[in-house]
Each structure stands twice: as structure tokens, then as C-alpha cells.
């Protein structure tokens, strides 16, 4: 129902939010019962309508799908200032100068939920490219290995990419070094 809910919203910047909810959804549902869930034999290519038949292969699916979703509006959510949802967000002391946006917002929840899953794959990037650990310039042109395309490490890599790419040109220098200690 959630989802539905999602899928009716108009308003771009609330349909983004609500993604990430319903990613986050899945991702407790999945967590909750992981050890179960990651007994069942995978599945591909069908999705029972049940989720208690879902094998990990289908929860990580369907959750990196609707967190990817969650940005999918880049610009405007770059624009979209957090105190819109202060009804819905705990935000810290720090995170106007950290995470002035929703979109700074949905990318480190994207991280974190990836971060979180990593039961749900069994595809894992080895992260032996000195090039992760250049400056923020070498780190946002860096060309990922297509092997591990779907793996949480590539999604994670992309996803700061994203955000140092967006806070180097921002001029707000102090998000891009919150970013850049994160990441390292």
C-alpha cells in the first residue's frame, strides 16, 4: 500500500522521499527475517506477490531500485532546502552546513541502506583501486569495473560521486569535506 501511495504522489520532491522510504520499507521487512529469507533457494525472473516467498536476490532488487528512484531528480532535489519535510526528517545540529538538501539527505540514507544490505548479495567489488582514495577531482571521474555493476560497493562509490561531483560545485566547501571524510 506504501508503495502505491509512492506511485500516486505528483510532487517530484515528495515522490523522491517516499522512494526512499519505501526502500527503507523493504530493507527492515528483509532484516528482520534475514536469516530465513537467505536459507530460500534465488529466484529470477519471477516476483511472487507474497513477500514471504521473496528470496534476497529479490529484496536487494527491489530495494536498490527504489533507492536509485530516490535521486533520480538530481537537480531539484539539489534545490529542494530540508526544512520542507522537518515534520518527517530528524535532522542533527549540523546537518544545514553537512546536508543542506534533500538530495544530500536521500544519498547518504541511499548509502547507508546499501550498507546495511550487504547480507542480501553475494556480488562484492574487492575495492583495490588506489584511485578510491585520490582526491575528490580523481575520486568523482573515476571509472568503475563493470563487473560488479550491482554490487553495494559500486552503488556506494556512484552515489559519492554524485555528491562530491554536486559540492564541488556548490559553494558550500564544509558539505563537500563532511562528503569527502565519509567517503574515505
Same mark, same amino acid.
Given at each position: 500500500?506504501? $508503495?502505491?501511495?509512492?506511485?500516486?504522489?505528483?510532487?517530484?520532491?515528495?515522490?523522491?522521499?517516499?522512494? %526512499?522510504?519505501?526502500?527503507?520499507?523493504?530493507?527492515?521487512?528483509?532484516?528482520?527475517?534475514?536469516?530465513?529469507?537467505?536459507?530460500?533457494?534465488?529466484?529470477?525472473?519471477?516476483?511472487? !506477490? !507474497?513477500?514471504?516467498?521473496?528470496?534476497?536476490?529479490?529484496?536487494?532488487?527491489?530495494?536498490?531500485?527504489?533507492?536509485?528512484?530516490?535521486?533520480? %531528480?538530481?537537480?531539484?532535489?539539489?534545490?529542494?532546502?530540508?526544512?520542507?519535510?522537518?515534520?518527517?526528517?530528524?535532522?542533527? $545540529?549540523? /546537518?544545514?552546513?553537512? *546536508?543542506?538538501?534533500?538530495?544530500?539527505?536521500?544519498?547518504?540514507?541511499?548509502?547507508?541502506?546499501?550498507?546495511?544490505?550487504?547480507?542480501?548479495?553475494?556480488?562484492?567489488?574487492?575495492?583495490?583501486?588506489? *584511485?578510491?582514495?585520490?582526491?575528490?577531482? $580523481?575520486?568523482?571521474?573515476?571509472?568503475?569495473? /563493470?563487473?560488479?555493476?550491482? %554490487?553495494?560497493?559500486?552503488?556506494?562509490?556512484?552515489?559519492?560521486? *554524485?555528491?562530491?561531483?554536486?559540492?564541488?560545485?556548490?559553494?558550500?566547501?564544509?558539505?563537500?569535506?563532511?562528503?569527502?571524510?565519509?567517503?574515505?
Amino acid at each position: 500500500e506504501f $508503495e502505491e501511495f509512492t506511485n500516486n504522489e505528483t510532487a517530484i520532491d515528495k515522490k523522491a522521499l517516499l522512494y %526512499s522510504m519505501t526502500a527503507e520499507l523493504y530493507a527492515r521487512y528483509y532484516l528482520h527475517d534475514v536469516w530465513t529469507i537467505n536459507k530460500r533457494t534465488q529466484v529470477a525472473g519471477n516476483v511472487p !506477490d !507474497d513477500l514471504k516467498e521473496w528470496t534476497k536476490n529479490i529484496y536487494f532488487d527491489k530495494i536498490t531500485k527504489l533507492l536509485r528512484a530516490s535521486l533520480q %531528480s538530481a537537480t531539484i532535489l539539489q534545490n529542494t532546502d530540508l526544512t520542507e519535510f522537518e515534520a518527517l526528517i530528524e535532522r542533527g $545540529e549540523d /546537518s544545514q552546513i553537512f *546536508q543542506p538538501t534533500l538530495y544530500d539527505f536521500l544519498a547518504y540514507r541511499r548509502i547507508n541502506l546499501l550498507q546495511e544490505l550487504s547480507q542480501a548479495t553475494d556480488l562484492k567489488n574487492p575495492l583495490n583501486d588506489a *584511485q578510491l582514495f585520490g582526491n575528490a577531482a $580523481e575520486f568523482a571521474s573515476f571509472k568503475q569495473d /563493470s563487473t560488479y555493476n550491482n %554490487s553495494i560497493e559500486n552503488q556506494t562509490i556512484e552515489t559519492y560521486q *554524485q555528491l562530491i561531483n554536486f559540492h564541488l560545485k556548490s559553494p558550500n566547501q564544509q558539505a563537500l569535506i563532511h562528503t569527502e571524510l565519509k567517503r574515505l
